[in-house]
């Protein structure tokens, strides 16, 4: 895990989440406390456990960026799963017992990564080596008086250069395994049939016609997986899903009861059927995986909601005992939607500028249509559905749809002034202006 403190986290989201210090506050203590409780001794670090976390505030206020970010920040096997996708057992859905094996398979993924990485070097020299063997014959061909030995060392020279990138070869490659359904076995475990099937010989090898970019990306991802030890990755995915896990629960008010009073019948008991089932697996339990069991006792449990009909109350004693820590994320203001557009690594206009440029168009926002642009956004969130900054990215799309169609390739300038909004978002500011003279 990557060592970071609580105020390096915190400025590290700043970078692409405006605002809502309490929220990041929270989930950077949380995290610091996987480090702190990784340096106990075993005695004392198994009797300390997570402080789950129940983020919430409106849609579009940067609740799952959050939890997101944070995972990336420290190379964490992350997955996010909506609440009303579950559904209470017995019923025919998701069990909520999938929601630890999507984890593990996003920390196989993780490792495998980092694993390849590791191989890259080696597994780049078999694949040129199996490329220089391919090309050989053709090159003999045309040089047949060059010693066999030279001509290989100057294809593979060529082919670490890229100077063959656009050469064109029929070589043999795996083909890429189909994806096989899932068998369920009576304890809940999941058997992949595809790599049952592998184990017995089936290699599925085929004659391809590739561009050698193409064919040397295959074979190095070929050589990696004969080199790469599956069983040493499974057993560290496992190790870091289970100690290291991040499990974003999204919608979690939509399984909540209602506070209006309505009787505990119909829809809710289903409701409260979700909750329960879910309350063991963030109590601590052992769920069985195809690549192993693993406990869920230390994973970080991060639910979110906007809570615009229920309360936090609402969810079962129990499950809120499991989710100590309750932090509201704000509505986004006018000054926020600037900030959201100017501010983070990632903000709308920088990612609308370069996207253009490929197209030849240099765009450029003036302050005042940035102004104006956040005080739409903020009108449209206040008299509509409240979208949070999911709101501006409809708006960039207005705008900048006459822009985004007529770009070809020709180079020139586009300045978006206030007069550039005002001509493209009418609409939208008419409804702005109407608003005004309304007592």
Excluded at 268 to 273: H, N
């Amino acid at each position: 895990m990557e060592l970071f403190t609580p105020e390096e986290i915190v400025r590290e989201l700043d970078q692409y989440i405006i605002g809502q210090n309490e929220a990041k506050r929270s989930v950077a203590v949380a995290l610091r406390n996987r480090y702190r409780r990784s340096r106990l001794d075993d005695k004392v670090r198994e009797e300390i456990t997570p402080k789950n976390i129940i983020m919430k505030g409106p849609t579009g206020v940067g609740k799952t960026e959050i939890a997101r970010r944070l995972a990336k920040l420290v190379k964490a096997p992350f997955v996010k799963v909506e609440a009303t996708k579950f559904t209470e057992v017995g019923y025919v859905g998701r069990d909520v017992e999938s929601m630890v094996r999507d984890l593990v398979e996003a920390a196989i993924r993780l490792v495998k990564e980092e694993r390849y990485e590791e191989l890259k070097p080696r597994a780049t020299q078999a694949a040129v080596q199996r490329l220089v063997k391919a090309i050989l014959p053709i090159r003999k061909e045309l040089s047949p008086d060059v010693p066999e030995a030279q001509l290989s060392e100057l294809i593979s020279e060529e082919l670490m250069d890229g100077k063959l990138d656009e050469m064109q070869i029929e070589i043999e490659v795996s083909e890429p395994q189909k994806p096989v359904q899932m068998m369920q076995t009576g304890q809940g475990a999941e058997i992949n049939l595809g790599d049952f099937f592998k184990q017995f010989g089936n290699k599925n090898r085929k004659k391809r016609k590739l561009y050698v970019k193409d064919a040397m990306r295959m074979l190095i991802l070929e050589e990696s997986d004969k080199l790469i030890d599956n069983d040493s990755v499974s057993a560290e995915a496992l190790r870091r899903a289970e100690q290291e896990g991040i499990i974003f629960i999204d919608e979690i008010d939509k399984i909540a009861g209602s506070s209006m009073g309505s009787s505990r019948g119909g829809p809710d008991v289903s409701r409260e059927g979700v909750q329960r089932d879910i309350l063991p697996i963030v109590e601590g339990c052992t769920v069985t995986t195809k690549y192993g069991s693993i406990r869920t006792d230390f994973i970080l449990f991060i639910a979110a909601g906007a809570f615009h009909i229920s309360e936090v109350k609402d969810l079962i004693p129990e499950l809120q005992g499991r989710f100590p820590v309750v932090v509201t994320l704000d509505s986004l203001t006018k000054e926020d939607f600037v900030r959201i557009l100017t501010e983070p690594s990632n903000a709308l206009l920088k990612m609308y500028s370069a996207l253009l440029k490929v197209d030849g168009v240099d765009l450029k926002f003036t302050k005042d249509a940035i102004e104006k642009i956040a005080e739409l956004a903020s009108f449209e969130n206040t008299n509509s559905e409240n979208i949070g900054a999911r709101r501006l990215h409809s708006l960039i799309e207005a705008l900048l749809s006459d822009v985004s169609f007529e770009a070809n390739g020709e180079e020139r300038e586009v300045i978006v002034d206030l007069a550039y909004v005002e001509a493209h978002l009418g609409r939208e500011l008419v409804d702005l202006d109407l608003k005004r003279y309304i007592i």
